[in-house]
């Protein structure tokens, strides 16, 4: 099976160390275990590619930069061009094109529609409500040019596939996505979890409980802070080690010092992708404690790590999670407004070893069953080959 794979987003760096970033390289990866082969468009390369993705064929397609202006919004309208000139180029180097895979961005649908003119499949990754979140988060100039971007690529598609309840829920105010969505959610490489040594091993007898993530708003890291200092105060041997980067660094190791934690607390700043497995395996809580919000669409890679780790978790109860997590089986769950609640869970996990044992060992059973990426693919293939008569994709060898 011969697959493109269209990435025109510029903040999504394909061979970066951010979760979308692994997000692309580890669908790419089950694809290729499954036997296809794989053409990447990227607008972001964001580094070299990993060792095992170096023979992968990449095709870079424009980049408007950084700029945060209606400029650059007509600039990456204009790169639609530059992926349908691309995937017309492309697919006589590899043979025929059997899928056409795109993560849906902001302004891209050349893909899609490529797809519908070949009469090939076209299946449409949808990863969050885009739209909203760049109006919120970054700023957004023209919207009306974004919905029709949008109307314009799920109409095209074959297949819609967010990769939550929530993000279909999105899906269906727009008529073009209707009758059409397979909510997909994320996997795991387990393989990349099973045997990793820690690499920030605690002192012995010391309690580590940590967190993985971006650090922006809606992570709740002021809120893991606030429990933490709770938790410290009646478990004195724990740390609290939290791994990444991003806007609400500062302001966490500013609270982390006026809640005179600051001792026990370690910032790793922004580590590569391969660094995440030793970093679980110096931990023994994984922690999500995504705080109160009507708009909960993630499906958290970092939940399905710290499992595949074998790691006990604590995690808010919203969104995905509330069915990812069995609360008391494989995990333990909270009210998101709840820091007394999450406290009170990292106390009963710190004083029970063998309920540590229990839920990780459960946990990553349930990732190396029903959560891995090899699986995720296994749906995508399948579902191309629903697509339709006209859309018979050949099977993977």
Same mark, same amino acid.
């Given at each position: ?218 992570? =709740? ?7 933490? /200092? %709770? ?5 004195? !041997?724990? #740390? *609290? &080690? ?117 839920? =990780? ?7 190396? /069953? %029903? ?5 995720? !693919?296994? #749906? *995508? &293939? ?16």
């Amino acid at each position: 099976m011969n697959i493109a794979y269209c990435c025109a987003d510029p903040g999504v760096p394909v061979f970066g160390s951010k979760g979308c970033s692994l997000h692309v390289q580890e669908v790419i990866r089950a694809l290729r275990q499954l036997g296809a082969r794989v053409t990447l468009y990227a607008a972001a390369r964001g580094g070299e590619p990993p060792d095992d993705l170096a023979d992968l064929r990449v095709v870079d397609l424009p980049n408007p930069g950084g700029r945060k202006d209606p400029a650059r919004e007509q600039a990456a309208l204009a790169a639609n061009a530059a992926l349908a000139r691309g995937l017309s180029a492309g697919a006589g180097q590899a043979g025929p094109l059997d899928l056409i895979y795109e993560r849906y961005s902001l302004w891209s649908y050349a893909g899609m529609e490529q797809a519908a003119r070949r009469g090939v499949p076209g299946l449409l990754e949808v990863n969050a409500p885009l739209i909203r979140e760049q109006a919120r988060y970054r700023g957004l100039h023209d919207t009306e040019a974004a919905q029709q971007v949008a109307r314009r690529v799920f109409a095209a598609a074959s297949a819609l596939v967010p990769v939550s309840d929530e993000v279909a829920g999105y899906l269906r105010d727009f008529p073009e996505a209707r009758g059409k969505t397979h909510v997909l959610p994320n996997g795991v490489n387990t393989a990349r979890f099973g045997s990793a040594r820690p690499s920030l091993p605690a002192s012995p007898g010391t309690l580590t409980i940590g967190f993985v993530g971006s650090l922006k708003p809606w992570h =709740g890291i002021d809120r893991l802070l606030a429990a933490f /200092r %709770d938790f410290h105060l009646r478990y004195p !041997a724990s #740390r *609290l &080690l939290i791994v990444g980067d991003g806007p609400e660094r500062r302001p966490a190791e500013a609270l982390a010092d006026s809640l005179d934690i600051a001792r026990a607390t370690l910032f790793t700043g922004a580590v590569p992708t391969d660094a995440v497995p030793g970093l679980l395996a110096s931990m023994d809580v994984g922690v999500a404690p995504y705080p109160p919000s009507g708009d909960f669409y993630f499906s958290p890679l970092k939940v399905y790590e710290y499992m595949a780790a074998g790691l006990p978790v604590v995690a808010s109860r919203i969104g995905q999670l509330r069915g990812l997590i069995r609360d008391g089986e494989d995990g333990l769950l909270c009210a998101p407004e709840d820091a007394d609640g999450l406290s009170a869970n990292l106390l009963a996990l710190a004083e029970s070893p063998a309920l540590r044992a229990r839920l =990780g060992n459960a946990a990553r059973a349930k990732m190396e /069953r %029903d959560h891995t990426w090899l699986g995720v !693919a296994r #749906r *995508l &293939l399948a579902l191309a080959r629903e697509a339709g008569p006209e859309h018979d994709a050949r099977e993977a060898v």
